[in-house]
């Protein structure tokens, strides 16, 4: 039997739904929370980097 027909299949069916519709919504806030984080890093390093370092 196919798979799709199977009564075992619908709450991945709805799952796979599910994930397809909030794929746009989800994948913003996750590109989001990666650039807030490597700005937050930058920023922490800028702010540990030694005010006039190589200067003679």
Known sequence: MIPAFQPSQ????????WARSK???LDAK?????QAATDRY????ASQQPTGAGQS
Do not use: D, T
């Open 10 to 17: 619908k709450r991945l069916l709805a799952s796979e739904a």
């Open 23 to 25: 794929h746009s919504e």
């Open 30 to 34: 996750n590109g989001a929370a990666i």
């Open 42 to 45: 930058a920023q922490e390093r």
